[in-house]
């Protein structure tokens, strides 16, 4: 079972801003855990997007941003894109599971 | 560039066993931790088991602790995931993934191999 949770969809249109939240608890991102954040697009297997917060791989556009503040986290895609939509996943590691807990993922679609 | 790929999935009977197997190139496969995670069809990431670059530092998900044991062989670059009492609810498409460290510790996942699939089913 995820114990982050995050918005089922959001949607956007072309170049808009969207956000995707990832509510966690103290055991986990308030623990001050490390959030990231994964690409899935369909039939593929997830890409890191995210890492740390709010640090991008090479080769993730700057489109893409991540914050945190508290027991929540932040995806944040803004000049929306067609091919931008697909599913997200937050991550963190949960204290109290010894182990690491995913979101319920997020399915962006652009208008 | 590096490379995971799984296989040693199929189609099995509940409580019966399975050994999954994950290759690994392009890296020094011994200077990092590894993972899996499964994804049932349809359905959201779940984290299912991890192994430091050492083996000391092992960890599972409760869905799997008891039944499920990760191992690794770093002379042949070789992850595994040995499953017995296989459940219905076990069902998924298994990934393994790369950690950026040697313990596995607050980590992301990244590459995660392409996956191979388990189906629990009579």
């Known amino acids: 079972q995820s114990v982050l949770t995050q918005p089922p969809s959001v949607s956007g249109a072309p170049g808009q801003r969207v956000t995707i939240s990832c509510t966690g608890s103290s055991s986990n991102i308030g623990a001050g855990y490390d959030v990231h954040w994964y690409q899935q697009l369909p039939g593929t297997a997830p890409k890191l997007l995210i890492y740390?917060?709010?640090n991008r791989p090479s080769g993730v556009p700057d489109r893409f941003s991540g914050s945190k503040s508290g027991t929540s986290a932040s995806l944040a895609i803004t000049g929306l894109q067609a091919e931008d939509e697909t599913d997200y996943y937050c991550?963190?590691?949960?204290?109290?599971?010894?182990?690491?807990?995913f979101g319920t993922g997020t399915k962006v679609t652009v208008l | 560039e590096v490379q995971l790929v799984e296989s040693g999935g199929g189609l099995v009977q509940p409580g019966r066993s399975l050994r999954l197997s994950c290759a690994a190139s392009?890296?020094?496969?011994?200077?990092?931790?590894m993972h899996w995670v499964r994804q049932a069809p349809g359905k959201g990431l779940e984290w299912v088991s991890s192994i430091s670059w050492d083996s000391d530092i092992i960890g599972y998900a409760d869905s799997v602790k008891g039944r499920f044991t990760i191992s690794r062989d770093n002379a042949k670059n070789s992850l595994f995931l040995q499953m017995d009492s296989l459940r219905p609810d076990d069902t998924a498409l298994y990934f393994c993934?790369?950690?950026?460290?040697?313990?596995?510790?607050?980590?992301?996942?990244?590459?995660w191999g392409h996956g191979t699939l388990v189906t629990v089913s009579s």
């Open positions: 993934a790369k950690d950026h460290r040697k313990y596995w510790y607050n980590a992301f996942f990244d590459p």
């Open positions: 392009g890296f020094n496969f011994d200077d990092y931790a």
């Open positions: 991550q963190s590691y949960d204290s109290s599971l010894t182990g690491y807990v």
């Open positions: 740390g917060n709010n």
